[in-house]
């Protein structure tokens, strides 16, 4: 499955952005998804994931409250709303999928096997 995230931008602090994630290229419906983030010099993140049926969700603790995933299957497409944004919300964020049966959320990057490109989230202060 090939995975196109967008949405990103420059934001000042306080503020909201929501990215998207589409999935195309695959019959059936990735299941687990995630969104992941890496700030210049630091390691990739979890940031947010959803379940297939989207009744289960995760965050990290340091966006809790703040984002919220969702997804909606018949578009393949995966949102994350980033409310209240920070400084250091600073990074590239990533969408992940698993194609492989799960009803699980993983949380380290080796656990999705399917990538997007990344998109740029700048938030001033």
């Known amino acids: 499955v090939q995975l196109q995230a967008s949405g990103g931008g420059l934001v000042q602090a306080g503020g909201s952005l929501r990215l998207s994630c589409a999935a195309s290229?695959?019959?059936?419906?990735?299941?687990?998804m995630g969104w992941f983030r890496q700030a210049p010099g630091k390691e990739r993140e979890f940031v947010a994931g959803?379940?297939?049926?989207?009744?289960?969700?995760s965050y990290a603790n340091s966006v809790k409250g703040r984002f919220t995933i969702s997804r909606d299957n018949a578009k393949n497409m995966m949102n994350l709303q980033m409310n209240s944004l920070r400084p250091e919300d600073t990074a590239v964020y990533y969408c992940?999928?698993?194609?492989?049966?799960?009803?699980?959320?993983?949380?380290?990057?080796?656990?999705?096997?399917?990538w997007g490109q990344g998109t740029l989230v700048t938030v001033s202060s």
């Open positions: 959803i379940t297939r049926n989207g009744v289960s969700t």
């Open positions: 992940a999928s698993k194609t492989a049966y799960t009803t699980v959320i993983g949380t380290t990057r080796g656990w999705y096997n399917s």
């Open positions: 290229g695959r019959t059936s419906i990735p299941y687990t």
